[in-house]
């Protein structure tokens, strides 16, 4: 989830896990908490059902709640399994042949 944006670059954080990293434009990291690389595809807005799911989640992991408040809801779920092919048809530019490679590693796995 992006949380902060500037003309140069932008914050997000991971909604399950809250790590959080800054990302230039293209969407290469330059930082992380691990000082290891990560990769954002897309900033595209989530649809406004989906964006008021990914938010309720957000924060009631950042209250760090115990079991069983963990669990997650039905429409949490399906976020997450489907958020990852929304974004990949929303790329970033430039971020074309990164998603194709990771696509392909994914067909090997399966």
Not at 72 to 100: C, M, N, Q, W
Request: aromatic share 8%; glycine share 6%; hydrophobic share 35%.
């Amino acid at each position: 989830m992006v949380y902060e944006a500037d003309e140069n670059s932008f914050s997000a954080r991971h909604m399950t896990s809250q790590s959080r990293a800054k990302f230039g434009r293209d969407g290469e990291a330059t930082w992380t908490p691990d000082g290891g690389s990560c990769t954002i595809v897309s900033t595209a807005a989530l649809p406004p059902e989906q964006r008021e799911v990914a938010i309720a989640l957000d924060r009631r992991i950042r209250s760090k709640p115990e079991y069983p408040d963990t669990r997650l809801t039905e429409d949490e779920i399906h976020l997450i399994l489907s958020h990852k092919g929304y974004f990949e048809t929303r790329l970033l530019p430039g971020t074309e042949a990164f998603v194709e490679q990771m696509q392909r590693l994914r067909a090997v796995e399966e």
